[in-house]
T-cell receptor, first 114, second 110 residues
Framework: DAGVIQSPRHEVTEMGQEVTLRCKPI?????LFWYRQTMMRGLELLIY????????DSGMPEDRFSAKMPNASFSTLKIQPSEPRDSAVYFC????????????FGQGTRLTVV | GENVEQHPSTLSVQEGDSAVIKCTYS??????FPWYKQELGKGPQLIID?????GEKKDQRIAVTLNKTAKHFSLHITETQPEDSAVYFC?????????FGAGTRLTVKP
């Protein structure tokens, strides 16, 4: 398996624009996580899914953020409208069975909002 | 929710010395404690993990200890090498909710 695949690797956008980050988890994994990494706040859990169902989205910072998982092989994280403070590296991770097994991380998407 | 604290934030050691990173957690129900290594430009990668029914685990130069009573766990790296230089994260997990520490930047000087 190629591992967790995220796209794009880098995204530069203007404030107010919509941004969509994409993730393909490892085949057969039942859980998917979205994290945000910044120097100030470290790795923050935004939302996680089990069997395509959102379980906990309490980490999503605002209503501007939304995440979907329409099927077992694809998830999106959308920011609309984007703001400069959303600039960060966004990681997607997947695991076989929730947070009590190894989470495999993608390479991340570096988002810059200018 | 779970709160994980990690110390130190930066650590510099001489090649061949040992490095120790410590973490504490708040929720006594947490039962899974992984450690991740993150190299520049990459996502975190698991290096070792321990479950709450085990007090210590070792894998070559890496070991992790867990004290459930005190709610703290530690990563020990012996005979450090320059390629060990990276950012290390501890995490604590309860059910499906995994929370990370702030990270430790380890530098191993040749």
């Amino acid at each position: 398996d190629a591992g967790v695949i995220q796209s794009p690797r880098h995204e530069v956008t203007e404030m107010g624009q919509e941004v969509t980050l994409r993730c393909k988890p490892i085949s057969g994994h039942n859980s998917l996580f979205w994290y945000r990494q910044t120097m100030m706040r470290g790795l923050e859990l935004l939302i996680y899914f089990n069997n395509n169902v959102p379980i906990d989205d309490s980490g999503m910072p605002e209503d501007r953020f939304s995440a979907k998982m329409p099927n077992a092989s694809f998830s999106t994280l959308k920011i609309q409208p984007s703001e400069p403070r959303d600039s960060a590296v966004y990681f997607c991770a997947s695991s076989l069975a929730g947070g009590n097994t190894e989470a495999f991380f993608g390479q991340g998407t570096r988002l810059t909002v200018v | 929710g779970e709160n994980v604290e990690q110390h130190p934030s930066t650590l510099s050691v001489q090649e061949g010395d040992s490095a120790v990173i410590k973490c504490t957690y708040s929720d006594s129900a947490s039962n899974y404690f992984p450690w991740y290594k993150q190299e520049l430009g990459k996502g975190p990668q698991l290096i070792i993990d321990i479950r709450s029914n085990v007090g210590e685990k070792k894998d070559q130069r890496i070991a992790v200890t867990l004290n459930k009573t005190a709610k703290h766990f530690s990563l020990h790296i012996t005979e450090t090498q320059p390629e060990d230089s990276a950012v290390y994260f501890c995490a604590a997990s309860i059910n499906n909710d995994m929370r990370f520490g702030a990270g430790t930047r380890l530098t191993v000087k040749p």
